[in-house]
């Protein structure tokens, strides 16, 4: 990275590691207890406040943030620009947002989203005042400060949340947490930053910077909508009680797939720059990445499907019967997408960033009939749904590879057949193990399958033995600097 020491960018990297493993250490536990205070309903309020707010912030940023953390010069002028631009379309947001609350609510069926809408919509204010110094803060790779921003914001809101569900106060818990948790991140950007906005507006190097931001901010509102789709079309037709079980299964499976596979994203992108020239090394090394992610996830998703119902009893509490369909059913859902994550960065590494926006396009194609086809038959219906779209998508992913990265199914199958093999031993194993045992204590159930199908899977993939060494070895792939990371990556053997 041109004009920062290599000591600055390990510096850089290790703080960054320190704030990812600091969220993904404190946000499950909070996630646990709000969850044990709390009801799918009080979620599921709060989750239709926040499909708006997430519109919003499309909006508010404009891609702008994004394209000041690349400039290299006009700096100052930039930021000033980033900051009025922001916080003026932040402002109207929120105007449209509070008086349109009303009937927002009128389209979810349920009026308690209007007074949730009005108090939560002043993120998007609050957010704006900051978002230029944390983006100054990422150029310079001051990562140090971003770290305890993540503690704050993760933290903090829990201090505030968890007493209030505590006492009863539902969903507005988790709407004061959020508030307070914006605040305490402005107050401490602002502190520690020297940048402060200026009365200038330079009309013509807006004009320039917009031309960039115009393709970011198109990319995010197709994530969004990808995103969120499922959500809005269960919370308009099902209602704040269903859709607070889906978001709370659904985001119990991702914070598990996101521990077992995110340390690994945000390293490929430079280590595939590298190599981008080499196709044949690219098809390699995307062949290696993706056996570690398969050998991650694919016994996990089963797992889950087999200890959907003690998981569910067990961290959520009684009060979310039925959540244990949705843990079931997205885990292998996750598993599909998470199989073919690595891909997205591989094209965008070799200059081919558009077929990232084709597979956007073609999963709105491929999730939104879906989606509205399922939504008013009710929740087990709809998670099928999303399951077959999973698969259709999966499918649209294995042409891509092999059309862009020369990576066929059969190469894929090739690679992965012993953890495959591995991952249906296990399910036959647990199966049959479920026939012969039985628990009268749900903990015990569950921690016996974990360590049994653990066992049972490594024991499976024996004639693999010399992989699962080298990965043993290597673990510092999910948890080591990013200088590591790239060398195993991209190792030869």
């Known amino acids: 990275m041109e004009g920062f020491t290599t000591t600055e960018i390990v510096s850089a990297s290790k703080w960054s590691a320190l704030a990812q493993i600091s969220a993904r250490v404190m946000a499950p536990l909070i996630f646990v207890v709000l969850a044990r205070l709390l009801t799918p309903s009080d979620y599921g309020v709060f989750a239709m406040a926040g499909f708006v707010i997430a519109f919003a912030s499309v909006f508010w940023t404009a891609g702008l943030t994004k394209t000041l953390i690349q400039k290299h010069d006009d700096i100052n002028s930039s930021a000033n620009i980033c900051f009025w631009t922001n916080l003026i379309i932040a402002i109207l947001l929120y105007a449209v947002i509070f008086a349109s609350s009303h009937y927002i609510a009128m389209v979810f069926k349920d009026i308690r989203i209007e007074p949730v809408l009005k108090v939560t919509s002043l993120v998007i204010i609050i957010s704006s005042l900051c978002s230029v110094q944390s983006a100054l803060f990422q150029k310079v ?70 031309s960039f931001s115009a393709w970011v901010m198109g990319e995010d509102i197709l994530v969004y909508i990808n995103t969120w789709i499922d959500a809005i079309i269960l919370g308009i037709y099902l209602g704040a009680y269903d859709l607070g079980l889906y978001r709370t299964g659904a985001s119990l499976v991702i914070l598990i797939f996101g521990m077992l596979i995110q340390p690994i994203l945000p390293v490929l992108y430079s280590s595939f720059a590298r190599i981008k020239d080499d196709h044949e090394k690219v098809k390699k090394v995307m062949l290696k990445v993706t056996k570690i992610i398969v050998l991650y996830t694919l016994p996990a998703s089963l797992g889950l499907y087999i200890v959907a119902k003690p998981i569910g009893s067990i961290i959520l509490g009684p009060q979310w019967h039925g959540v244990e369909n949705v843990i079931a059913i997205c885990a292998i859902a996750t598993c599909l997408i998470s199989l073919i994550t690595a891909n997205s960065e591989a094209y965008r590494a070799m200059g081919r960033p558009e077929v990232n926006t084709k597979l956007q396009l073609i999963t709105l194609i491929i999730c939104l ?21 999973a698969i259709l998508i999966f499918a649209a992913q294995l042409y891509f590879s092999h059309a862009y990265l020369d990576i066929s199914p059969v190469d894929l199958f090739r690679s992965t057949k012993w953890i495959l093999l591995g991952s249906g031993v296990m399910i036959l194993g647990l199966f049959l193990e479920n026939k012969v045992f039985i628990f009268s204590n749900q903990l015990w159930e569950l921690v016996f399958t974990v360590c049994s199908g653990t066992l049972i899977f490594l024991l499976a993939m024996l004639p693999d033995e010399a992989f699962i060494k080298k990965v043993w070895n290597d673990f510092g792939i999910i948890h080591i600097g990013k200088r590591r990371v790239n060398r195993e990556v991209l190792s030869e053997n």
Not at 141 to 170: C, D, E, Q, R, V
Request: overall charge positive.
């Open 369 to 389: 009939p879906c989606y509205i086809w399922a939504g008013p038959k009710g929740l087990q219906t709809f998670l099928l749904a999303r399951l077959f779209a």
């Open 141 to 210: 790779l001051n990562f140090k400060i971003l770290f305890w921003i993540t503690i704050i914001t993760t933290g903090l809101p829990a201090f505030a949340s968890i007493p209030l569900a505590y006492h009863g106060y539902g969903y507005w818990a988790l709407v004061i947490g959020q508030i307070i948790g914006n605040i305490a991140m402005l107050i401490v950007l602002w502190v520690a930053s020297d940048w402060r906005p200026r009365f200038e507006y330079n009309i013509a190097l807006a004009k320039e910077m917009f």
